[in-house]
């Protein structure tokens, strides 16, 4: 049996939750907002986030696997799933789980502002500074954490533990 230790309780993760949500109602005022949920991984953190914004904030979804090279993502990444609407023109934020290495926010930024949004925003639940190995800019981010392996609210290890209603760190 593996065990679980907690990092983020469910009280902190939601008021932080609550939190950005406000911060992006302020900046959106009066716009229409296209969140791209990166799956599977920020499928919790998408829905509890659009729930709490009042403006009115569409749905879009991308999947990609990147591929790994022992622990750390290469940056060549497959799409498995791509949008479905167009985003030119539109007011785009990527909702990410976690930042890594930062590779496949970087690559997906890209990719995402080929498609002439009028502008894209970065917004991670979760950032291990400490892996960083390219550059990103984050908008919104939930919590800067240590270097260990998350599972819960929607991490998984071999895709298990993403229903976990908090935040926790196999030891
Ligand atoms: P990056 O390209 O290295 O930044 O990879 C980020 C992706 O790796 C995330 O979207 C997650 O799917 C996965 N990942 C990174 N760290 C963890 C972790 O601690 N637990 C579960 N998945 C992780
Ligand atoms: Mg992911």
Redesign the pocket.
């Known amino acids: 049996m593996v065990e679980i230790k907690t990092l983020i309780d469910e009280e902190k993760l939601h008021k932080r939750v609550d939190e950005i949500a406000k911060q992006i109602e302020k900046e959106y005022k009066g716009k229409e907002i296209i969140f791209v949920c990166?799956l599977k991984?920020?499928i919790f953190f998408t829905v509890d986030l659009a729930r709490r914004i009042k403006e009115n904030v569409k749905l879009e979804f991308i999947r990609v696997s990147?591929y790994r090279d022992g622990t750390?993502?290469t940056?060549e990444i497959n799409m498995k799933l791509d949008l479905k609407d167009s985003i030119q023109g539109k007011d785009v934020i990527v909702i990410?789980?976690?930042?890594?290495?930062?590779?496949?926010?970087?690559?997906l930024i890209k990719y995402l502002k080929m498609k002439k949004p009028n502008s894209v925003k970065l917004c991670a639940l979760?950032d291990?500074p400490d892996?960083r190995?390219?550059d990103v800019k984050v908008d919104y981010t939930g919590f800067q954490i240590p270097d260990?392996?998350?599972?819960g609210y929607g991490?998984?290890?071999d895709e298990k533990y993403r229903n976990l209603p908090y935040i926790g760190?196999i030891e």
Request: net charge negative; glycine share 10%; hydrophobic share 40%.
């Open positions: 990166i991984g920020s990147s750390e993502s940056g990410e789980d976690i930042i890594d290495t930062g590779r496949t926010l970087s690559y979760l291990k892996r190995v390219v260990k392996f998350i599972v991490l998984d290890w760190y």
